[in-house]
């Protein structure tokens, strides 16, 4: 299970979206697209039929984060439109595992996310359903914030958790990741790393993600 990088684009110029993937699309992995609904979280971004549109544009699979309600009504057309990994709050999940198992079946790989305040256990009995598990490291809402180091612990007890599954599950880190706090995350167990502002905000995007993934894989080796 390697170090993947998987930039979001929510600090990006949204108005030229496919061109703001490609700066970043040689170097990334992934590309994290931020769906959020003004209900979950206090934030609009956009839907499926700019995802949709957006994948018909770029080469790199989307990890699509949804930070919506009633993920179990709308997250399977994410995976209907071609998205390689689609991760619904387990807040906001009335059947997450019915949710997994629709996602699945529509070609995308299932992710969980769990906020701040959310503890492991939310997620514990759903592991043979899941690809991935999201551990938030900021409120969810917003880019540009800073990275909760309280968080810690609960990316060690999630990659316990998915160690104990033995299955290939990722764990995912998201919110405040850059130079100075990625390899304390890789460290606790995550292995795959979203950055927003600290990519988007680099003189050199590229350059930047490659900087992350080097940092990342040496602290995941020691
Ligand atoms: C926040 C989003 C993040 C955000 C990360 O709710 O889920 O993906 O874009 O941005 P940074 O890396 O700036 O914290
Ligand atoms: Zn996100």
Known sequence: ?????????????????????????????????????????????FGVPVVESLLKHIA??????????????????????GAGSVTFHIEAAANPVQLCRDLRAAGARAGVGLKPATEISAVADLMPELDMILIMTVEPGFGGQSFMAKMLPKIEQARALAAEAGTDIWVQVDGGIDISTI????????????????????????????????????????
Do not use: K
Request: proline share 6%; glycine share 4%.
């Open 1 to 45: 299970m390697g170090v993947l990088i998987s930039p979001s684009v929510l600090n990006s110029d949204l108005s030229c979206l496919a061109a703001e993937v490609a700066r970043v699309a040689d170097h990334a992995d992934w590309i994290h697209l931020d769906v959020m609904d003004n209900h979950f979280v206090p934030n609009l971004t």
């Open 183 to 222: 390899e304390r995350c890789a460290s606790a167990g995550a292995n795959v790393f979203v950055a927003g502002s600290s990519v988007y905000r680099a003189d050199d995007p590229g350059a930047m993600v490659d900087r992350l993934r080097a940092l990342a894989q040496v602290a995941t080796a020691l």
């Open 60 to 81: 790199i699979p989307a990890d699509v984060h949804l930070m919506i309600s009633d993920p179990d009504r709308w997250a399977p057309a994410y995976a209907e439109a």
